[in-house]
């Protein structure tokens, strides 16, 4: 695992257009959404930064869905990465009890329209798919015991950033939240289809 912060995506940015699987096959595009806030999160199932933030990621949609359109993309190489295969995509959404929809960038395209860089990673537009808000859930990260164990010590994952952020965006205001970047897992690109920015 190489630890990762976001691009930071230039605020204003206009959301990149998307036509994605989801975990039940069918596609879901970015225009399905026109006229509403939209949350684009690049999630993954096996990365323990997404692990740590996966039960707040379930209360942010609960809490948001009516007003927010929310959607998490997985963008990575499952072929080198099998935990994160849409079969184990459509468990972890069970398992996790996500309301919003979990789609497969099997291109990776998407994540590099994007600048996504690591898992988590958040975009969130306002009605008119402009963005306002890229960077953290929160400030908690997962502790390191080990290679590949991990725990909570330093606090449970609430959202408090991408929140206070939403709500602005809701409210029709600037978003004066201090963005900060995310910080997770590097998207694992196929061979040879690394971005320049990766």
């Given at each position: 695992?190489?630890?990762?912060?976001?691009?930071?995506?230039?605020?204003?940015?206009?959301?990149?257009?998307?036509?994605?699987?989801?975990?039940?096959?069918?596609?879901?595009?970015?225009?399905?959404?026109?006229?509403?806030?939209?949350?684009?999160?690049?999630?993954?199932?096996?990365?323990?930064?997404?692990?740590?933030?996966?039960?707040?990621?379930?209360?942010?949609?609960?809490?948001?869905?009516?007003?927010?359109?929310?959607?998490?993309?997985?963008?990575?190489?499952?072929?080198?990465?099998?935990?994160?295969?849409?079969?184990?995509?459509?468990?972890?959404?069970?398992?996790?009890?996500?309301?919003?929809?979990?789609?497969?960038?099997?291109?990776?395209?998407?994540?590099?329209?994007?600048?996504?860089?690591?898992?988590?990673?958040?975009?969130?537009?306002?009605?008119?798919?402009?963005?306002?808000?890229?960077?953290?859930?929160?400030?908690?990260?997962?502790?390191?015991?080990s290679s590949g164990n991990y725990?909570?010590?330093?606090?449970?994952?609430?959202?408090?950033?991408?929140?206070?952020?939403?709500?602005?965006?809701?409210?029709?205001?600037s978003v004066t939240v201090e963005?900060?970047?995310?910080?997770?897992?590097?998207?694992?690109?196929?061979?040879?289809?690394?971005?320049?920015?990766?």
């Open positions: 695992m190489a630890l990762t912060p976001s691009t930071m995506l230039e605020l204003g940015t206009a959301a990149p257009d998307f036509a994605l699987p989801d975990t039940d096959g069918n596609t879901v595009s970015r225009g399905d959404f026109a006229g509403r806030p939209l949350l684009v999160m690049f999630i993954c199932n096996h990365c323990p930064y997404v692990k740590h933030v996966a039960p707040e990621l379930k209360r942010v949609g609960d809490d948001y869905g009516q007003n927010v359109a929310v959607v998490a993309i997985q963008s990575n190489d499952v072929a080198n990465y099998p935990d994160d295969s849409p079969a184990k995509m459509k468990q972890e959404k069970a398992e996790r009890g996500y309301a919003f929809p979990y789609l497969y960038d099997e291109s990776q395209q998407v994540a590099k329209a994007y600048t996504a860089a690591c898992t988590p990673d958040f975009f969130l537009f306002d009605a008119g798919h402009r963005l306002a808000y890229r960077g953290q859930l929160d400030e908690t990260r997962p502790h390191r015991i725990d909570d010590r330093n606090g449970l994952a609430n959202g408090k950033d991408l929140r206070a952020a939403l709500d602005q965006v809701l409210a029709g205001q963005q900060v970047p995310s910080m997770g897992c590097n998207i694992k690109w196929k061979p040879g289809n690394e971005p320049a920015y990766a």
